[in-house]
Nanobody
């Protein structure tokens, strides 16, 4: 399974970005899709996840600002990030699997300037 993420970039604090991640090459139904992020010297952390039925989970730090959605027909997951803060700056990784993150994308850098 290959995951191709896109949509990162530089944005000012308070701005918005939308990340996309398309999965290809899967021979099974991808139940789990999600976004994680990592900054230098820190462990990768969960940002948001969504399962095929639509249930979502968010890190406390992004609740109310980020939304996650998916297009099951396209095996694509989206992360809409609003009211961005400098502390959201990180490399964002998408992940997918049957019930948990198994496959990982290459990461896309999000930089939020103050």
């Amino acid at each position: 399974v290959q995951l191709q993420a896109s949509g990162g970039g530089l944005v000012q604090a308070g701005g918005s970005l939308r990340l996309s991640c398309a999965a290809s090459g899967s021979s099974f139904s991808i139940g789990f899709m999600g976004w994680y992020r990592q900054t230098p010297g820190k462990q990768r952390e969960l940002v948001a996840t969504i399962i095929s039925g639509g249930s979502t989970n968010f890190a406390d730090s992004v609740k109310g600002r980020f939304t996650i959605s998916r297009d099951n027909a396209k095996n694509t997951v989206y992360l809409q990030m609003n009211s961005l803060k400098p502390e959201d700056t990180a490399v964002y990784y998408c992940a997918a699997g049957l019930t948990r993150p198994i496959y990982w994308g290459q990461g896309t850098l999000v930089t939020v300037s103050s």
